[in-house]
């Protein structure tokens, strides 16, 4: 039996974890529900790369392969002072910021997420941080940063909007092969012959349910990428079916497979 898995994700973004499903013989569309852009003004990002540059941080926290890619886009060919050390929230992240950046991090989380990085990182005292993350960012971090004894800069160093919503995107990549990809539109009529639904963030949980009201048939199986998603999923009366261990491709394969008791032996055949 071929299982069918619908990842709402940017396709290039969600290329690794298709990949992973094709192992499990699951066979996967993508659909695109936000596009990450550029805030309107620059003008504080600019002057964040400045400052970074001049070696005015002890830290860099940075949470999502997005601020990295905001990053390498505002640094050019400049590279991040050797002196300062990096705070990733987990693999995804610090392979981006090896891989964009040139650097490796120097404290990632057990747990990879915010609340991880509360519970395990400690800031030598006045540290001055420079923390730029997305407009829909958790609190979490920054109200944890707020009562420690140290200086944090905030930026908004992107904002979501639905697909399409205009704007200038951070991440223009592509798939390196062809997927199965399906339009926002589109995605209620096609739900019924989804086995698997793939959440992959907290504000596609909130575009998914102003498309479809957050109504899943019963014998559809959900997974969130992470516990921000999963409680996401639970405001919006989405029931969570399964977290990922880790919010990594092979976090979601597993994951998967537990859902659905695959042995990871079996062919992926053409999607319905």
Same mark, same amino acid.
């Given at each position: 039996m071929?299982?069918?898995?619908?990842?709402?994700?940017?396709?290039a973004?969600a !290329?690794?974890?298709?990949? $992973?499903f $094709?192992? #499990?013989g699951?066979?996967s569309?993508? *659909?695109?529900l936000?596009?990450?852009i550029? %805030?309107?003004?620059?003008?504080?990002l !600019?002057?964040m790369?400045q400052?970074v540059?001049?070696g005015?941080?002890?830290?860099?926290v940075?949470?999502?392969?997005?601020? @990295?890619?905001?990053l390498?886009? &505002?640094?050019?060919n400049q590279?991040? %002072?050797?002196?300062?050390?990096?705070?990733?929230?987990?693999e995804?992240t610090?392979?981006a910021i090896?891989e964009l950046?040139?650097? /490796?991090v120097?404290f990632?989380?057990t747990?990879q997420?915010?609340?991880?990085m509360?519970?395990?990182?400690q800031?030598?005292?006045?540290?001055? &941080?420079?923390?730029?993350?997305g /407009?829909?960012?958790?609190?979490t &971090?920054?109200d944890?940063?707020?009562?420690?004894?140290?200086?944090? /800069? !905030? =930026?908004?160093?992107?904002?979501?909007v639905?697909?399409?919503?205009?704007?200038?995107?951070?991440?223009?990549?592509?798939?390196?092969?062809?997927?199965?990809v #399906?339009?926002?539109?589109?995605?209620?009529?096609?739900l019924?012959e989804?086995?698997? #639904?793939? =959440?992959? +963030? %907290?504000?596609?949980?909130r575009h =998914? *349910? $102003?498309?479809?009201?957050?109504?899943?048939?019963k014998?559809?199986?959900?997974? *969130?990428?992470?516990?921000p998603? *999963?409680?996401?999923?639970?405001?919006?009366s989405? %029931? @969570?079916? +399964?977290v990922?261990s880790?919010?990594?491709?092979l976090?979601l394969?597993h994951? +998967?497979?537990?859902?659905?008791?695959?042995n990871g032996n079996?062919?992926a055949?053409d999607?319905?």
């Open positions: 071929t299982y069918h898995a619908l990842i709402l994700r940017n396709p973004r !290329e690794a974890t298709v990949d $992973e $094709e192992r #499990l699951i066979a569309w993508c *659909a695109q936000v596009d990450t550029w %805030p309107a003004d620059r003008t504080q !600019e002057r790369a400052q540059l001049a005015k941080y002890q830290w860099l940075i949470t999502s392969v997005t601020t @990295v890619q905001v390498d886009q &505002l640094l050019g590279r991040i %002072p050797a002196s300062m050390r990096i705070a990733s929230v987990g995804k610090s392979h090896t950046l040139g650097r /490796d120097d990632q989380p747990v997420s915010a609340s991880g509360v519970k395990e990182w800031p030598e005292p006045g540290a001055h &941080l420079c923390y730029p993350h /407009d829909l960012a958790s609190s &971090l920054s944890w940063l707020a009562l420690q004894p140290v200086v944090v /800069d !905030e =930026f908004e160093a992107y904002r979501s639905g697909a399409g919503g205009g704007g200038v995107p951070v991440d223009s990549s592509a798939p390196t092969r062809t997927l199965n #399906l339009q926002a539109q589109a995605i209620s009529e096609k019924e989804m086995d698997l #639904l793939v =959440f992959s +963030a %907290p504000s596609v949980v =998914f *349910a $102003e498309l479809t009201g957050g109504s899943v048939p014998t559809l199986r959900t997974i *969130a990428i992470g516990q998603t *999963a409680n996401a999923m639970a405001r919006a989405i %029931p @969570v079916h +399964a990922a880790q919010p990594t491709p976090g394969a994951a +998967a497979k537990d859902l659905l008791q695959l079996a062919a055949a999607s319905k």
